[in-house]
């Protein structure tokens, strides 16, 4: 008999954050999260925020439709959402945990939250710190351009992202385009 996969240790975002230390623990947590079958009604669903009014954030019984060994109430629905929630909240412990386990409408509400926080939501405003990044002196060139490509790739507009092009929501994530690679190529190695 094989042994079961095991998930990765959950790591922690600090009081200072970069893009890709988010990202790297962002994407193991949505691993560990995945591991538990509860957690997956809720990856795309969006409901409303927890008030006193509202304890059960607009949750409803599962219907007819599913099968009834698989039907959940809407209080076990809403306890295994703030587990989940819960969860997300443990993983960025320097921001407000009702922010995310009360307040939250979506999974991706939740990211939203954590990047606004560190300062690196993708708003197309910071896209003007663009100027401010060039060859620091410990640094090899192969550091920066790591550093562009990085900040690029963060301002490309995504399906998940919360920007639009002209009011219009993406419908799929966009790439950095081949042009665009051989430049910043070109311009980290003349810094």
């Known amino acids: 008999m094989g042994a079961s996969p095991q998930a990765p240790k959950q790591w922690q975002l600090t009081k200072i954050g970069t893009i890709t230390s988010y990202e790297s623990s962002r994407q193991s947590l949505i ?86 926080h560190y300062g690196f939501q993708s708003t197309g405003a910071h896209f003007l710190y663009l100027a401010s990044i060039h060859l620091q002196p410990d640094e090899r060139p192969e550091d920066l351009f790591k550093r562009l490509i990085a900040f690029f790739e963060d301002n490309l507009l995504s399906i998940h992202g919360g920007l639009t092009h002209h009011g219009v929501q993406a419908t799929a994530d966009e790439d950095l385009s081949p042009p665009h690679s051989k430049t910043l190529s070109s311009s980290s190695c003349s810094s």
């Open 31 to 116: 691993y560990v999260l995945s591991l538990d079958k509860n957690f997956v009604p809720f990856r795309d669903a969006t409901w409303q925020k927890q008030t006193a009014a509202n304890p059960r954030r607009g949750i409803t019984n599962y219907g007819t439709a599913v099968p009834e060994a698989q039907r959940l109430t809407t209080a076990q629905k809403n306890a295994h959402l703030d587990l989940l929630l819960s969860q997300i909240a443990n993983f960025c412990p320097v921001i407000s945990r009702n922010s995310i386990v009360k307040h939250s409408t979506s999974v991706n509400d939740t990211w939203q939250k954590i990047r606004q």
